[in-house]
């Protein structure tokens, strides 16, 4: 099969950089298609810590611009998303005689203040452990501690948001889409793609090709575009844990090991805390990451040299890992390799546009750069305008989530707090699209589990392309945390009914 139409892009991948640039391209006025091997944020940009943030430990390796640019961008990117960002205070603890001194880390924190332009989150202060409830599940030992602003994001839905107001715009946006070859011919791309859920191959054609393939960009330069010995990207491997919940606090904390390494401690959807990240050289192919026992060892280890109450591997009730594909520039330890992107492009023939690096706090502004770069090579078409957008359902004020959580529990009083609070954070003023006339729980269908109903499953398959249980549960909502292994399969079982009738 192919299609008539020549679009100006194509973008393969669909985590957070692809989605981001196929977004801003068709809100400009660019056709663009885009194809995702299987779901959107399936690798890197579900695996991530799920900050907003400017790095702070960044400023320890000199990268300045990468610092200021995402400082500047954690406000943006919160009146932009209200409802799946929130701003988010992380305390430091100081032990004197530990890794860094504390002139440095105030150092750090009054470049952070003040190095970004923040506007309405709060600036550092310094704890009295002893008293501060911030104390409280940590040890004795730690008697002093720095707070300071960063923020939190659901990562895969940010991705999803961006990839739904991209075909909002008129883009074609495609998943579990593999694109099989990709050549020059004529002066167009000509793409082979097989929908892996139909088995039908289409040909495309594009003027201009966009390779966003995360921690495959080097895969697909090798083998779908069929270049060789090919080596742009330093796969750096990152795991997460998530245990019960081992404080009550609603802040976050910043920890730092001897080893030089930080991880971090972060309330999880109520009743969980994530802690994470490692930071390790990874060889093997993407698609087979999990993470290890070493890896769950040292985050056990780590973070009860902090708290209280030791962290131990039967309190884990989920694991995640991802692979981050940071551009190789010859650093000795994979938490020194830069956290910064490099797009380069290649106009032997029709442009090549590939993307290495990136992280989810500067998307934005990495798409706004491939953009230039797409302008200088097939013609500008309409002006940098996503920074005063907002993606779907993050139409309201930037502090105003909890006005829109009484909002939506006053139209839908038979919703619990818990659920009504669930909603806004994962579908902001959509939830009532979503929830439509339901005058019940019941008027919501069959109960699947936690706080997961038929009209939110039906939602995700018909607007956010979710196809099977592990999407719904593990990227576009994490009520895999909440289901049994039961009320998952059967959950499965109910979708891939829906598929079949389709």
């Known amino acids: 099969m192919s299609s008539d139409r020549v679009f100006d892009l194509f973008v393969i991948g669909g985590g957070i950089n692809g989605c981001g640039i196929a977004r801003d391209a068709a809100g400009r006025g660019y056709s663009v298609a885009l194809a995702e091997m299987k779901d959107f944020a399936s690798g890197t940009s579900s695996g991530a810590t799920k900050l907003i943030h400017g790095g702070l430990r960044y400023l320890e390796h000199y990268e300045f611009r990468l610092v200021r640019e995402a400082l500047m961008e954690r406000e943006v990117l919160w009146a932009m998303a209200p409802h799946v960002i929130w701003p988010l205070r992380f305390v430091l603890p ?73 075909a909002n715009r008129g883009a074609k946006i495609m998943s579990r889409a593999k694109v099989l070859s990709a050549r020059r011919e004529a002066g167009l791309w000509q793409i082979e793609v097989r929908d892996e859920q139909a088995g039908v191959t289409t040909h495309y054609r594009a003027r201009m090709l966009v390779n966003a393939g995360g921690p495959w960009v080097d895969q697909v330069l090798s083998g779908t575009i069929g270049r060789n010995n090919v080596h742009n990207v330093r796969l750096v491997q990152g795991s997460h844990i998530i245990v019960k919940k081992k404080f009550d606090d609603t802040r976050a904390y910043f920890f730092q090991n001897p080893d030089n390494r930080i991880f971090f401690a972060i309330p999880y959807e109520n009743d969980f805390t994530l802690i994470g990240t490692t930071d390790r050289d990874y060889s093997a192919d993407p698609k087979d990451v999990r993470v290890s026992e070493e890896e769950i060892g040292y985050l056990c280890n780590a973070a009860s040299d902090y708290f209280a109450e030791p962290v131990k591997p039967e309190d884990i009730v989920w694991t995640y890992s991802a692979v981050r594909p940071l551009y190789d520039d010859g650093a000795s330890k994979a938490q020194e390799a830069t956290r910064d992107y490099v797009l380069k492009v290649d106009a032997d023939g029709a442009p090549l546009l590939n993307v290495f690096g990136g992280k989810l706090t500067t998307y934005r502004r990495l798409s706004e750069h491939a953009l230039e770069k797409i302008g200088e090579a097939i013609g500008n078409k309409g002006a940098p305008w ?117």
């Not at 504390?102 to 190095?115: C, K, M, N, S, T």
Request: net charge positive; hydrophobic share 40%; aromatic share 10%.
């Open 94 to 166: 100081y032990q004197k005689g530990g890794v860094r001194p504390a002139w440095l880390i105030r150092l750090g924190l009054f470049l952070y203040d003040h190095l970004g332009g923040r506007k309405l989150l709060p600036a550092t202060r310094t704890l009295n452990l002893r008293s501060d409830p911030a104390g409280r599940p940590l040890k004795p030992v730690f008697g002093k501690a720095f707070e300071y602003s960063d923020g939190w994001v659901d990562d895969a839905r940010m991705v999803v948001l961006n990839a739904r107001d991209a």
């Open 386 to 502: 996503t920074a005063g957008s907002r993606l779907p359902g993050g139409d309201f004020a930037v502090t105003g989530a909890a006005g829109e959580e009484r909002k939506l529990l006053s139209a839908y009083p038979f919703l619990s707090k818990r659920h009504a609070n669930r909603l806004i954070k994962c579908y902001g003023t959509d939830a009532r699209v979503m929830l439509a006339d339901a005058k019940t729980l019941e008027g919501l269908g069959r109960h699947f589990g936690g706080t997961l109903y038929e009209a939110e499953v039906r939602w995700l398959i018909e607007t956010e392309w979710a196809v099977t249980a592990e999407d719904v549960l593990w990227r576009r909502t994490k009520q895999g945390l909440f289901l049994t292994a039961e009320e998952a399969a059967e959950l499965e079982d109910y979708m891939a009914g829906v598929r079949r009738a389709a």
